[in-house]
């Protein structure tokens, strides 16, 4: 079974410290892990993928099969960063995506 | 605006009542997607199109619960005989392609039912 685990509902840092969402996934195959992201009134947009391997607004993800995790990463927050943040996984063949329960994360000043 | 878009954002209806959601892909974009998002959990997948087919379907989505996408371009999902748990965001997504991972979503439709 696919399945996708956020363990932190809610994650409060301050502007200039160090960000990391953490994230689980269950998948026998390999799959393709993204980070979407959901500003203040804005809809659901994809934020990064591990397979580009880019920095997106300074964030970065690794994905470690042995830990079967794809936490995300900042070095240093800033207040517009503040978000709901969800980590997804496919399965091979770009199909449906399965998201874990999400992470709001407070930037603050 | 040439984003995915849903119509109406919003909707209340009273148990027992059918509702239809409408949802206009990114033109062009052969894949479409439906999920569901209640309170507190991330989307949960329903079903999606390729073009016209309708190739796969969660079992979230009982006998009550029909999507179609009959020209392969907008979609309408609809919902027999709502019940209260029926209460969420719909969600829209496409993609351009079937080899494309990234999926463009709509801002939702939220259904109440009471």
């Known amino acids: 079974a696919q399945r996708v685990t956020q363990p932190e509902k809610l994650l409060s840092v301050f502007k200039g410290a160090p960000v990391e969402l953490k994230c689980n996934y269950s998948?026998?195959?390999?799959?393709?892990l993204f980070w979407y992201v959901q500003y203040s009134r804005q809809r659901l947009q994809l934020l990064l993928r591990?397979?580009s391997r880019e920095s997106i607004k300074g964030f970065t993800a690794d994905l470690n099969k042995g830990e079967t995790s794809f936490h995300l990463k900042k070095p240093f927050a800033q207040e517009e960063d503040s978000a709901m943040y969800y980590c997804?996984?496919?399965?091979?063949?770009?199909?449906?995506?399965?998201f874990g329960q999400g992470t709001r994360l407070t930037i603050n000043p | 605006d040439t984003g995915v878009s849903q119509d109406p954002r919003h909707k209340i209806t009273k148990r027992g009542q059918n509702v239809t959601f409408r949802c206009d892909p990114i033109s062009e974009h052969n894949r479409l997607y439906w999920y569901r998002q209640t309170l507190g959990q991330g989307p949960e997948f329903l079903t999606y199109f390729q073009n016209e087919a309708q190739l796969e379907k969660s079992r979230l989505l009982s006998d009550r619960f029909s999507a179609e996408r009959p020209k392969g371009s907008f979609s309408t999902l609809e919902i027999q005989r709502t019940e209260q748990g029926d209460s969420a965001m719909y969600l829209c997504?496409?993609?351009?392609?079937?080899?494309?991972?990234?999926?463009?979503f709509g801002p939702g439709t939220r259904l109440t039912v009471t």
């Open positions: 997504a496409s993609s351009p392609h079937p080899l494309s991972y990234e999926q463009y």
């Open positions: 998948y026998s195959g390999s799959p393709e």
């Open positions: 997804a996984l496919s399965g091979q063949g770009a199909q449906k995506l399965v």
């Open positions: 591990h397979i």
